[in-house]
């Protein structure tokens, strides 16, 4: 019986995030990017296998709408590895928020990440998270300000 409940209770969550994302189409597609309905769903499916993987719970909206707000605008991405790249930027959000031992608030971790993926990593999500990530998951750990 509450294991029914709990499903109710994740569809309709789902369906309000895929309602939430599916609006951001109209600021993205400025930009020449846009996410279908399928990518919207698979987006949301990962977003709970990244919680689920990193031990985190997550209450409101999380963050994908705010990945997608930050990195739309991005001369890295492009329509055909939007979806991707929005996969990946989402795992690692989650990971590195957990590193940073939730010193960083998720505005914070996300211009952070926006700053430096069009920055000194041109858009390379491996040296995203190969290297100015764990800096700044680093220095935060030893009491170090790395946003800067």
Do not use: H, W
Not at 59 to 67: A, V
Not at 95 to 116: H, N, P, T, V
Not at 119 to 135: F, M
Request: proline letters at 1%; aromatic letters at 10%.
């Amino acid at each position: 019986m509450s294991e029914n409940i709990t499903l109710t209770i994740l569809n309709i969550k789902k369906k309000q995030l895929i309602m939430n994302i599916k609006k951001c189409n109209e600021l993205t597609i400025k930009f020449g990017v846009s996410l279908s309905d399928e990518a919207i769903e698979r987006l949301i499916n990962r977003r709970f296998e990244a919680l689920k993987n990193t031990g985190r719970i997550e209450f409101g909206e999380g963050i994908l709408k705010k990945l997608i707000e930050a990195f739309c605008d991005s001369p890295y991405i492009m329509q055909n590895n939007y979806e991707e790249t929005l996969e990946e930027l989402q795992d690692i959000f989650y990971f590195f928020k957990g590193e940073a031992m939730e010193q960083i608030s998720d505005d914070e971790l996300i211009e952070f990440m926006k700053r430096d993926f069009d920055g000194k990593c041109q858009g390379s999500i491996e040296y995203l998270s190969g290297t100015s990530l764990e800096e700044l998951c680093r220095g935060t750990r030893y009491g170090l300000n790395g946003l800067e």
